[in-house]
């Protein structure tokens, strides 16, 4: 697929064949797309955890769900549980930036050398930033980064994805989690039973009320031109709700023994 | 036990004929009558009624008194809904579909469950 019509067919699936696996190669191919994200200074706090539904035991399986997420957790054949590593900049002490000066993506013409790394980049920015109670929340913005090009993945190689909350004590102990990781998301992967258009394109809040320009409060002008070029491109689709959804869910609960 | 009243006048009835009715169109509640027949047999099975049923899941706070969905009373519920499902000596695609139809009732009074608890 096109990228921009990856984007415009991406749905939270939430029903899924239970009983197809994924292929590994697949999985393979999300991790890989995770691991190439943009990531500030080159830390890549994201680390995941791959585990096959059918070898969670059930009773661990069922505390690993919370009230709204259980039934997807329960559908999708592969869960990839997504943490955010805190040890991550004291554990690589400069050396990821070092290779980015190394490999030519930091440059002298921007102020860049190893020198500039080790004594004061490492020292006096990051190590006061990894204690910062704010570090985490930049940390995750660039993990949500990385699983959206694992989760944009998915959805180029047909499968259906869906991020979900878990119990984080329950995970923590099935898969050995270390104290320094902060559970994020589990990616719910599977062969979606839905129809390609799931229903539609979601509601979205106004573009203008999202964007400004120059301002808070002055909105970015949204240029109709540009949204039938997106439309043509696939990235807008048949926004929700299609005609035929709610039989579609209707069908689908009735399929999977769900409650109407 | 026998209800005081015909099932369909209990207000938590009434607002799950709401509910499906919003949701599907139609009178899903008239056009199947598999699921109050489910409804009223539990309701048999258990001692409530649905209205009492309804009201045994939620709590008040005791200082603000704002009332809030008992995760506690809503496992007890779930524990109930399996007694009787196993009572029911059903299996396969007809237990399930006896469970569906007793977590609609809950799911449209606003009560969060799902197939995984029971």
Same mark, same amino acid.
């Given at each position: ?20 696996? +994924? ?17 500030? $200074? ?6 995941? $955890? +791959? +585990? ?36 991550? $900049? ?36 990051? $190590? ?10 930049? !940390? ?13 993945? !998915? ?13 984080? #004590?329950?995970?923590? #102990? ?22 390609? #258009? ?61 409650? #109407? | ?58 709590? %008040? ?34 237990? %399930? ?22």
């Amino acid at each position: 697929m096109e990228y921009k019509e990856v984007i415009g067919i991406r749905r939270s699936i939430r029903y899924f064949d239970p009983d197809r696996p +994924v292929e590994r190669e697949k999985i393979q191919k999300i991790l890989e797309a995770m691991r190439i994200a943009s990531c500030a $200074v080159n830390a890549h706090w994201l680390r995941a $955890v +791959v +585990v096959q539904r059918s070898e969670i035991p059930q009773a661990t399986l069922d505390s690993l769900k919370t009230p709204v997420t259980a039934l997807v957790q329960e559908l999708a054949p592969v869960h990839i549980y997504c943490y955010l590593n805190t040890g991550t $900049v004291k554990e690589v002490e400069g050396a990821r930036l070092r290779e980015l000066v190394d490999v030519g993506a930091l440059n002298p013409s921007h102020g860049w050398s190893h020198k500039f790394v080790d004594e004061f980049v490492y020292p006096q920015i990051l $190590v006061p930033f990894s204690e910062n109670p704010a570090y985490p929340i930049a !940390a995750a913005f660039d993990c949500g980064g990385a699983g959206t090009q694992g989760l944009l993945t !998915a959805v180029d190689e047909g499968l259906g994805v869906c991020w979900t909350a878990f119990n984080a #004590e329950p995970a923590k #102990e099935m898969m050995d989690i270390p104290d320094d990781w902060i559970p994020l998301y589990v990616m719910n992967v599977g062969y979606p039973l839905e129809s390609r #258009e799931a229903g539609g394109q979601r509601p979205r809040p106004p573009f203008e009320e999202l964007y400004s320009e120059g301002k808070v409060g002055r909105p970015f002008p949204r240029d109709p031109k540009i949204v039938a070029e997106l439309e043509q491109e696939k990235m807008f689709t048949t926004p929700a709700p299609l005609p035929n959804r709610k039989q579609e869910v209707r069908d689908l609960s009735r399929k999977l023994g769900l409650p #109407e | 036990m026998e209800l005081e009243q015909p099932i369909e006048q209990y207000q938590s009835v009434a607002t799950w004929a709401k509910g499906l009715r919003e949701q599907w169109g139609g009178d899903p509640l008239a056009e199947e009558p598999e699921k109050i027949e489910a409804l009223a047999a539990f309701c048999q099975f258990d001692g409530r009624n649905p209205d009492e049923l309804l009201a045994f899941c939620f709590l %008040r706070r005791k200082e603000t008194g704002v009332r809030f969905a008992s995760v506690k009373r809503r496992e007890a519920v779930a524990e109930q809904l399996r007694a009787f499902r196993t009572a029911s000596e059903l299996s396969g695609t007809e237990a %399930r579909r006896l469970t569906s139809n007793l977590l609609s009732f809950f799911i449209h009074n606003g009560i969060q469950m799902h197939t995984g608890m029971i």
